[in-house]
Structure formats: structure tokens, C-alpha cells
């Protein structure tokens, strides 16, 4: 099968004009020669000389709100697109990032991208939040099979925090000292992505690596989604429908210095296959 169209999906820690690592990570994002670049937490929209000196050939769309973190969308010329803002999934929190809602046109077939930075934090604000914003991002699938009487080729993606949550309710009785808690695990979580995505006919994507985020100590977590209409196809990583690059392609003692010199997020790329 034949490509439709490319995306490459980063959360790229925090992105700041003049940050001293942007000039490796414009060259990072540029070797991927992808069709469409998500970045997340891009702080200002100021960055826009460095990319379009980096990135010639993308035009480049900037959610805004009163968040400090944005989404950063770049589009190559060779793509047909239409981009909009999407409060509604700031789950009624205007320090919330809104989604972007990408329609991306590939040989007279529509497809709708919508790319999320969902709240993080293992605390009942943020799981609620989380829950939130991903429940409507999968609601948002009904609406767009009625726009597209039938179904429609509708993927979200990008930085879905899937980290559980942690409740405290209480301490043991003297002498004890441990905490009386409920846990809903990270692996939990990305379970129930998996769950809802399938009662709207939609599939959580297999990816290369199982963790997403690392820190230079060595924590790991699985961060970084991408879940799409079970009718799409993708080119195949050996296997797999997304390729994760970046820290976890290396050897483990290589990883904190990408980590360190890139971001604490690896990068996501995969490739729609024409119908």
C-alpha cells in the first residue's frame, strides 16, 4: 500500500525561544521528512523564526489560550489541510492547552487529526481532567461519523499523560504509619484507552518501545498514544503502526544524553496508507 500522508508527534520539553537545544532538535524534527510535525509544550509563539530558518517548506499554526504550554502544528507544502482550535477539549479549564483539529485531504479522502496535550498528575484534579479530555476526544468520533455518513477516518494522538491515579483517604492506626490509598495504575489507565477506543470503533496503535518518556535517572513511562478508526491502515515497524524515536532507540547508556540534550519524550512517526 501506498502512503497517504506522514506525522510525526513530540513533546519536545518545554520549548523556549533561544533555548540552546533547539538548533539539534529543528534538525531532529526535520530528519523525520514528515508529511505532518505535532510539537507539545512550546512555550510562546515566538519560536517561529528558529523553525521556519530549520524547516523550510512547513507552514506553521500555534494554538493559543492562557496556558503556557501550546501545541505547535507544522504542515509541509505538499499537504492539503485545514486547521482549527478546539477549546471544547480544555474539559472546561481555560489553563487547559486546546486540542488541534487538523483535516488532512489525500487523494480526494478526508482524514481528521485532533492532537492532544492532555493534563497530567496522578492526583483526583488531574485524572478527572484527563479522563475528561480523552472521553470527549472519543465522543468527538460520533459526531464526525454523522458528518461523514459513515465512518469517518478519525485518529487523536499525542502527549495523553497516562500515568494512573493515586487516591489518599486516610492513615493507618497507630503505630502504624502507612497511608490508606486506592490506585488506579498507569497500565490501567492505558487499558481503559483501549477499552473505550474499541466501543467507538477505534483501536489504541501498537508502538516500537514500550515506555514514551524517560527521566536521566532512569524512571520510564508509557506517555505517548495515538489511537485511530479501525479502518485505517499504517505502514508496519516491524510489526508495529508507530515508530518511537529518539532515546529508546539507543543503548541504555546513551539515553540520558539525548534525553538531557533533546527532551524527556521520544518522538512518534507513523504513516497512513491509502485506502
Known amino acids: 500500500m501506498a502512503k497517504a500522508f506522514s506525522v510525526a508527534s513530540w513533546n519536545c520539553e518545554h520549548w523556549k525561544e533561544g533555548d540552546p537545544r533547539n538548533a539539534a532538535r529543528i534538525e531532529f524534527i526535520a530528519s523525520q521528512k514528515a508529511d505532518l510535525v505535532a510539537l507539545y509544550e512550546v512555550e510562546g509563539a515566538e519560536v517561529w ?101 459513515g465512518k469517518a477516518n478519525f485518529l487523536f494522538l499525542g502527549d495523553l499523560n497516562a500515568m494512573g491515579f493515586d487516591y489518599v483517604f486516610g492513615k493507618e492506626q497507630p503505630p502504624g504509619k502507612k497511608l490508606l490509598r486506592s490506585r488506579v495504575s498507569a497500565e490501567q489507565e492505558i487499558e481503559r484507552l483501549a477499552y473505550m477506543a474499541g466501543k467507538r470503533g477505534m483501536r489504541l496503535l501498537s508502538k516500537t518501545a514500550d515506555n514514551t ?44 544524553k539525548w534525553i538531557r540534550e533533546f527532551s524527556d519524550h521520544a518522538l512518534l512517526y507513523f504513516e497512513v496508507q491509502k485506502s
Open 213 to 256: 518518556w524517560g527521566k536521566v535517572s532512569g524512571k520510564r513511562s508509557n506517555l505517548d498514544h495515538v489511537v485511530a478508526s479501525d479502518q485505517l491502515a499504517f505502514k508496519s515497524f516491524g510489526g508495529k503502526e508507530v515508530e518511537v524515536r529518539g532515546w529508546p532507540q539507543l543503548e541504555e547508556a546513551d539515553q540520558a
Open 49 to 149: 523564526r528558529d523553525l521556519m530558518d530549520g524547516l523550510p517548506g512547513y507552514s506553521f499554526f500555534i494554538t493559543e489560550g492562557q496556558n503556557t504550554q501550546e501545541i505547535l502544528i507544522g504542515v509541509a507544502s505538499r499537504a492539503t489541510t485545514f486547521l482549527t482550535q478546539k477549546i471544547e477539549f480544555q474539559s472546561r479549564d481555560s489553563y487547559m492547552r486546546p486540542g488541534a483539529f487538523l483535516t488532512v485531504r489525500a487523494d480526494g479522502e478526508d482524514y481528521s487529526l485532533l492532537f492532544m496535550h492532555v493534563a497530567s498528575m496522578t492526583d483526583p484534579r488531574g485524572f478527572g481532567l484527563r479522563t475528561d479530555m480523552v472521553d470527549r476526544a472519543l465522543e468527538f468520533k460520533d459526531y464526525l461519523d454523522k458528518i461523514a455518513t
